[in-house]
């Protein structure tokens, strides 16, 4: 009996406390466990920040044109972007004037890009006007553009390259003023090139002889009593110098020195403008280029092509 009542008391001991405790677990079976993640669990799309806005190629052209033109002195205008098919330039230059002691005028003003533009002038204002004060006895006071930038392919030729001068690239230089008022003109005081006295020699099929001669060079050419003027026989050889150099001697040719103030001046800017233009074409080039230089900066991989 004693025990049936222990027992009793002990059970009923463990349902109080059970009743107890019934409301702890219930709450505690309620509550929810947060987990607080590091970083968001849902997250939007992830936008990297914008590049900044590349600069404008009309903004870089300038400012390249401006580098190429720092401490050098000349008078040029921007013009608008050139394009035409193949031909043109992005910011072309029209340049009319170059140096300023003395200044010299370039006749008509001509339309170059801003690198063509920056070797002429240091060319002209370096080398040319140097032989100018000690060959000629005064500095040039204008060059005469015989042409600048031209769409159009080599020579005029469809089934040749493009020029430079479609580029804007090349200039082409018929005479030199100087401040004394003498005009070298390239026509006049280049002298026969060797192209016409080799032609001579094909042509008459003889060795010619000198026999007159003009602004220090033979202009004229006898063979067995008849007087042949060299300027009427170019037959436009491409041959490179020392070709004909070759040749010549193979005919018995020896081409006179120019031994004028105005051959000795031509000679000597040609043989200069070879040591800055990627090309130089001149008399001893072909018929295309008796009357003129041309000087551009295609892009050479040794030395230039000077002719």
């Given at each position: 009996?004693?025990?049936?009542?222990?027992?009793?008391?002990?059970?009923?001991?463990?349902?109080?406390?059970?009743?107890?405790?019934?409301?702890?677990?219930?709450?505690?079976?309620?509550?929810?466990?947060?987990?607080?993640?590091?970083?968001?669990?849902?997250?939007?799309?992830?936008?990297?920040?914008?590049?900044?806005?590349?600069?404008?190629?009309?903004?870089?052209?300038?400012?390249?044109?401006?580098?190429?033109?720092?401490?050098?002195?000349?008078?040029?205008?921007?013009?608008?972007?050139?394009?035409?098919?193949?031909?043109?330039?992005?910011?072309?230059?029209?340049?009319?004037?170059?140096?300023?002691?003395?200044?010299?005028?370039?006749?008509?003003?001509?339309?170059?890009?801003?690198?063509m533009a920056a070797t002429l002038v240091r060319w002209l204002d370096g080398s040319v006007q140097r032989q100018a004060r000690a060959v000629?006895?005064?500095?040039?006071?204008?060059?005469?553009?015989?042409?600048?930038?031209?769409?159009?392919?080599?020579?005029?030729?469809?089934?040749?390259?493009?020029?430079?001068?479609?580029?804007?690239?090349?200039?082409?230089?018929?005479?030199?003023?100087?401040?004394?008022?003498?005009?070298?003109?390239?026509?006049?005081?280049?002298?026969?090139?060797?192209?016409?006295?080799?032609?001579?020699?094909?042509?008459?099929?003889?060795?010619?002889?000198?026999?007159?001669?003009?602004?220090?060079?033979?202009?004229?050419?006898?063979?067995?009593?008849?007087?042949?003027?060299?300027?009427?026989?170019?037959?436009?050889?491409?041959?490179?110098?020392?070709?004909?150099?070759?040749?010549?001697?193979?005919?018995?040719?020896?081409?006179?020195?120019?031994?004028?103030?105005?051959?000795?001046?031509?000679?000597?800017?040609?043989?200069?403008?070879?040591?800055?233009?990627?090309?130089?074409?001149?008399?001893?080039?072909?018929?295309?280029?008796?009357?003129?230089?041309?000087?551009?900066?295609?892009?050479?991989?040794?030395?230039?092509?000077?002719?």
């Amino acid at each position: 009996m004693a025990d049936d009542a222990r027992a009793g008391l002990s059970l009923a001991a463990i349902l109080a406390t059970l009743l107890a405790l019934g409301p702890i677990v219930a709450n505690a079976a309620d509550k929810k466990t947060v987990i607080k993640p590091s970083q968001p669990l849902l997250r939007g799309p992830q936008t990297e920040a914008p590049p900044p806005p590349a600069a404008e190629p009309a903004a870089v052209a300038k400012a390249e044109c401006e580098a190429l033109f720092k401490g050098l002195t000349l008078e040029f205008k921007y013009l608008p972007p050139i394009s035409k098919g193949q031909c043109g330039t992005l910011l072309p230059v029209e340049v009319a004037a170059i140096g300023a002691t003395p200044r010299t005028a370039v006749q008509p003003p001509a339309v170059l890009n801003c690198k063509m533009a920056a070797t002429l002038v240091r060319w002209l204002d370096g080398s040319v006007q140097r032989q100018a004060r000690a060959v000629l006895k005064s500095p040039i006071v204008s060059i005469i553009n015989a042409a600048a930038y031209d769409c159009r392919n080599r020579y005029g030729d469809p089934k040749q390259k493009l020029s430079e001068h479609a580029k804007a690239n090349a200039i082409d230089i018929s005479a030199f003023v100087t401040q004394s008022g003498k005009v070298v003109t390239v026509s006049d005081t280049w002298g026969p090139s060797l192209r016409d006295l080799i032609a001579a020699a094909k042509l008459l099929r003889v060795k010619p002889a000198v026999i007159a001669e003009s602004n220090g060079f033979t202009t004229t050419v006898t063979v067995a009593g008849a007087v042949l003027d060299s300027a009427k026989i170019h037959k436009g050889s491409s041959a490179n110098r020392q070709a004909r150099a070759e040749e010549a001697a193979t005919l018995g040719i020896v081409q006179p020195k120019p031994n004028t103030p105005g051959a000795i001046f031509a000679h000597a800017v040609h043989d200069s403008a070879c040591l800055v233009f990627g090309t130089v074409l001149g008399p001893e080039a072909n018929a295309a280029h008796n009357e003129h230089f041309h000087l551009d900066l295609a892009p050479r991989p040794g030395a230039a092509f000077c002719e």
